[in-house]
């Protein structure tokens, strides 16, 4: 009954907009076929992951890029092609490098890029690796500078975790995204 009602209230437009989101994929990690078990719930083999995007297609879904997104939450008049999704992951693990074609979101502890990530035991992808991926069609964003939990930290702790993690993508990439991941 409310969405029969909205539906008779809504124009045209606004019944489009409601009706035509978006499905966010986050990824943690994409581990090797084989590998011990990932040990994320955000984790997901190669295999796996290959078949959720051969589903994706199958199903008619199309990927959305950052832009487009991004237009979407700021224009009221932007609306969506059904069946939109996007994909993203955390801490650049290289989960998504591959994929540029599908405008993945990949989001990085700034301070940690290019380092081996001792909690997860994995490198970081580098700068290099991010400029190359953000021009394939990928899009970066900030996930802090070292992955604190931010709402333990004081103020200005905070202020530089998220002000200097943007300084520094705008700093070594061409476009990055204006989001930030919120890490743990």
Do not use: K
């Not at 978006?22 to 084989?34: A, D, E, K, M, V």
């Amino acid at each position: 009954a409310f969405w029969r009602g909205v539906r008779r209230a809504a124009s045209r437009h606004e019944w489009a907009r409601l009706t035509r989101g978006y499905s966010i994929l986050c990824y943690h990690q994409i581990t090797r076929t084989g590998a011990r078990r990932p040990p994320h719930r955000l984790a997901v083999d190669q295999a796996r992951f290959r078949r959720q995007l051969r589903l994706l297609r199958l199903a008619g879904y199309r990927p959305l890029s950052s832009g487009r997104l991004l237009a979407f939450h700021d224009r009221p008049d932007a609306t969506l092609p059904r069946r939109s999704f996007v994909l993203s992951a955390d801490d650049a693990f290289a989960a998504l490098m591959d994929h540029g074609n599908l405008h993945p979101q990949m989001f990085v502890p700034t301070r940690a890029v290019g380092r081996l990530d001792d909690a997860e035991g994995m490198s970081i992808t580098t700068w290099q690796r991010l400029r190359e991926f953000e021009s394939s069609g990928g899009g970066v964003g900030s996930h802090s500078q070292v992955h604190h939990p931010l709402p333990e930290l004081p103020l200005e702790a905070l202020r530089s975790e998220t002000e200097v993690s943007l300084a520094d993508l705008r700093q070594h990439l061409a476009d990055p995204l204006p989001i930030l991941a919120y890490p743990n």
